[in-house]
């Protein structure tokens, strides 16, 4: 059985920066191309970053430059830097695999961006 664990938010002031976890169960983040999506209040869930099973990446325009997914194959963990927030960036943030998986839906981590 699939689990993801997503840990690592919080919250943070505009500008401010955080660092998402999320630990797979068995080697499926190795083996996968994986995402980090995320669902504001009122808004549908949206793929924010996503990394191939080679290490290619991609973003969403509105996190370019400001996020960075990675992935530590070893540990079996997918990693979203955020940098320079914004509150625009509130949301509960969910990783999965690319494409997502219904049942593979863990409970996320919160994000929250305020002064």
């Known amino acids: 059985q699939v689990q993801l664990v997503e840990s690592g938010g919080g919250l943070v002031q505009p500008g401010g920066s955080l660092r998402l976890s999320c630990a797979a169960s068995?080697?499926?983040?190795?083996?996968?191309?994986m995402g980090w999506y995320r669902q504001a209040p009122g808004k549908q869930r949206e793929l924010v970053a996503g990394?191939?099973?080679?290490?290619?990446?991609n973003y969403v325009d509105s996190v370019k430059g400001r996020f960075t997914i990675s992935r530590d194959k070893a540990k079996n963990t997918v990693y979203l830097q955020m940098n320079s927030l914004k509150p625009e960036d509130t949301a509960v943030y969910y990783c999965?695999?690319?494409?997502?998986?219904?049942?593979?839906w863990g409970q996320g981590t919160q994000v929250a961006v305020s002064s």
């Open positions: 068995g080697s499926i983040s190795s083996i996968y191309a």
């Open positions: 999965n695999t690319l494409p997502s998986v219904e049942g593979y």
């Open positions: 990394i191939s099973s080679g290490g290619s990446t």
